[in-house]
C-alpha cells in the first residue's frame, strides 16, 4: 500500500511540521512526503500526485489551501476512483459530517491530533482493524455518515523527534518546532486552548533536540508553541541552554508578554545578537475587548517588559494586533495602535479577525452582528462596531505601514514623524488620504515614490533631510539625483587624502578614489556631510575640516 502525505504551503520557504510528526508514528507503512504551495500550477500538483499511482493521499488542511486541497482531491479522485483520500488538520476538524455530506470523492476525515488516529486508519484499511476501531474518524458506511469517539490530546513526548539529517536540504526554508502542544490560555478567536490542556516535552530532550539544529546550521527554527513561556521556569532553562550554544541558528517564540519577569529580561540580556526572536500577541489594548475575547493580558506590564527588552537591542520583537474584535470600533483601533507603536517594535502586524471553525467567537458571531466571509479563511466584513468601510480602510493603512515602518526601511522619517505628532495612526492616516486622494493605491509605484512623496504630505521644516538620510541607506533605492559638479569634485579630493581613508575608510587605504567613489554614497544632510559605506551599510558624518580642507 503506498501513502502519500501532502499539503499546500502558504509559501515556498516553510515546511509542513505535522506531516513529518505523522511520518514518525507510521513507520511500519513508510508514507512519502509531498509538498507544494499554493502558489504552484493546480493542474501540475494534480499530475505529480497521481503520477505517484499511490493507493492513499492524505491531506494536511488549513484555512489558506482548504479551497484548491478539494479541487485536487475531487480531480484526483475522478480518474482513480479507487484512490481513499483522507483529510486532517484544524480546518477539516470542526464540520467533518459536512466535509463528507457535500465532497463524495473524500473518503475520511480525521479530527483533532492524528499521531495516534492515522496509523489505526492505515490498519483498517489494511483490513487489520475496523474502521470503527480508530479513533477521531468520520468516514461512510452503507449510505451513513459515522463518527468514532474523539480523543483528547496525548503525551508528545511518545512521539518521535520528525527531523533527521535530511534537514540539511531544506535550504532557505523555516523549520517549525514543537516543544509544547496546547496553550493554558482560551482566547476566543482561537483554537489552541480548547481544552486548556497543555502537554510539555521534556527538557532534556528539548535541548538534544535543538543541538541537533544548531549543528546542522538551520537558520531559522520557529517554535510553534502557543505560549512558550507558560512554565516561566522551563523557558528560562531552555534559553539559557540556546545562549550558551548558540552558533548561527536563530530560534523565534510566541510569548505571553505578562509573563516575562526580571529573571527572563537578565537572562536575555545576555543572549548574542540575532540568535532569539520573539512574537507578542498584544491584539487589543481596550479592556472591554480584552474581556470579550478572554484573553489575560496586562498590558502595561507588557509595555515595561518589551522596552526592558528592546533596550538592549539583541533580541527582535515582533507585536500583534487584530482589527475586528469585539468591541474594537475603528477609534478604539486607533489608540491600540498608538498604545503598541509607542513601544516602537521592531515589527507591528496588523492582522484581520477570521472566524476560525470551532472557534468560541465564531459560535457567537449572532451576538456581536459578525459578518465574515463564507469561504476560508473567513475573515470578518463588518461587526457592531466597525464597518466595513472601516476595515477595508484599516487594510490599506496596514499596507501603508508595512512599507513606511515593519520594513525599516524609513526608520528615520519615522521617529521624526512620530516626535510630531502624538498620535502615530494619525501619521498614517494622513498618509491614507493623500494616496486616496491622488488614486495611488491603483498604481504600481517604485520604492524611490515613497521616499519621495513624504515632503509632498508632511510639510515640516527638516523633514527632507530625514528621508534624504533613510533613501541613503537604503541599499534597495536608487537615488534621485547626481552630486552636483562641485560637489563630486569635493568628493574625490576627500578621497584622495591618504589620511582621510586612514580616519574614515581604513579598508580603501591605497586604493585610488575613481574605484573607491562607486562604493560609497555621498550626501549633504542636516547641514553637515554624510558619507555612507554600501558594502558595511554604515553612514558616518565627515567633519567639515576633513571633508572642505
Not at 484548491?68 to 467533518?96: F, M, R, W
Not at 463588518?382 to 513606511?404: G, M, Q, T, V, W
Request: with cysteine; glycine share 6%; aromatic share 14%.
Amino acid at each position: 500500500m503506498k501513502i502519500i502525505l501532502t499539503t499546500l504551503n502558504a509559501k515556498y520557504i516553510h515546511t509542513n511540521l505535522a506531516l513529518r510528526t505523522i511520518v514518525g508514528v507510521c513507520s511500519k507503512f513508510t508514507p512519502v512526503i509531498r509538498e507544494f504551495t499554493v502558489n504552484d500550477n493546480i493542474d501540475s500538483i494534480i499530475a505529480a500526485l497521481h503520477t505517484e499511482k499511490a493507493d492513499v493521499i492524505a491531506f494536511s488542511c488549513y484555512i489558506w489551501n482548504i479551497e484548491k486541497t478539494l479541487y485536487i482531491a475531487q480531480s484526483l479522485k475522478a480518474v482513480n476512483p479507487e484512490l481513499k483520500i483522507i483529510l486532517g488538520g484544524h480546518e477539516v476538524s470542526h464540520d467533518s459530517c459536512k466535509i463528507l455530506e457535500e465532497h463524495s470523492y473524500i473518503d475520511f476525515v480525521i479530527s483533532g491530533e492524528g499521531e495516534k488516529s492515522f496509523p489505526l486508519l492505515l490498519d483498517a484499511l489494511s483490513g487489520e482493524i475496523a474502521l470503527s476501531d480508530v479513533s477521531s474518524l468520520t468516514y461512510r458506511k452503507d449510505g451513513k455518515i459515522l463518527i468514532t469517539e474523539r480523543l483528547s490530546g496525548g503525551d508528545i513526548n511518545e512521539y518521535p523527534f520528525p527531523y533527521d539529517e535530511s534537514i540539511r536540504e531544506y535550504k532557505g526554508k523555516i523549520i517549525y518546532y514543537e516543544s509544547s502542544r496546547g496553550c493554558p490560555f482560551n482566547c476566543s478567536y482561537c483554537l489552541s486552548g480548547d481544552n486548556r490542556k497543555v502537554s510539555f516535552l521534556d527538557v532534556d530532550r528539548v535541548k538534544r533536540e535543538l543541538l541537533f539544529f544548531i549543528e546542522n546550521n538551520v537558520p531559522l527554527v520557529k517554535f510553534v508553541d502557543r505560549t512558550f513561556n507558560a512554565d516561566k521556569k522551563r523557558a528560562l532553562e531552555i534559553w539559557k541552554f540556546i545562549i550558551e550554544n548558540s552558533k548561527e541558528t536563530c530560534f523565534h517564540f510566541e510569548l505571553a508578554g505578562s509573563l516575562i519577569d526580571d529573571d527572563a529580561i537578565a537572562l536575555l540580556k545576555t543572549a548574542p545578537r540575532g540568535i532569539i526572536q520573539f512574537e507578542i500577541g498584544v491584539q487589543s489594548t481596550n479592556p472591554e475587548t480584552i474581556n470579550a475575547i478572554g484573553r489575560n493580558i496586562e498590558f502595561e506590564k507588557i509595555r515595561e517588559n518589551v522596552k526592558k527588552l528592546l533596550q538592549t537591542d539583541n533580541i527582535h520583537i515582533h507585536l500583534d494586533l487584530i482589527a475586528g474584535l469585539p468591541y474594537e470600533g475603528y477609534e478604539s483601533f486607533g489608540k491600540s495602535f498608538n498604545d503598541v507603536v509607542s513601544i516602537r517594535p521592531h515589527v507591528l502586524q496588523l492582522g484581520f479577525l477570521k472566524l476560525l471553525k470551532g472557534s468560541k467567537l465564531r459560535n457567537e458571531a449572532e451576538k456581536y452582528g459578525y459578518i465574515y466571509k463564507e469561504k476560508a479563511p473567513y475573515e470578518v466584513m463588518e461587526n457592531n462596531f466597525i464597518s466595513f468601510d472601516e476595515l477595508i480602510k484599516l487594510k490599506a493603512i496596514e499596507e501603508l505601514f508595512e512599507r513606511y515602518y515593519n520594513s525599516g526601511d524609513f526608520s528615520r522619517t519615522m521617529d521624526f514623524l512620530f516626535e510630531k505628532t502624538d498620535s502615530p495612526f494619525g501619521i498614517f492616516e494622513t498618509i491614507y488620504n493623500y494616496f486616496e486622494k491622488n488614486r495611488l493605491f491603483e498604481r504600481s509605484l517604485p520604492l524611490e515614490f515613497y521616499y519621495e512623496v513624504i515632503p509632498a504630505i508632511f510639510e515640516f521644516e527638516g523633514i527632507c533631510d530625514y528621508v534624504r538620510a533613510d533613501r541613503l541607506t537604503n541599499k534597495k533605492a536608487k537615488l534621485s539625483y547626481k552630486n552636483e559638479k562641485e560637489f563630486k569634485e569635493q568628493c574625490f579630493e576627500f578621497l584622495k587624502k591618504e589620511k582621510n581613508l586612514e580616519k574614515y575608510l581604513p579598508e580603501f587605504v591605497g586604493m585610488p578614489a575613481r574605484k573607491i567613489y562607486p562604493r560609497l554614497r555621498f550626501e549633504k544632510l542636516f547641514s553637515e556631510v554624510y558619507m555612507y559605506n554600501v558594502n558595511q551599510g554604515l553612514l558616518k558624518k565627515i567633519d567639515k575640516s576633513d571633508f572642505w580642507g
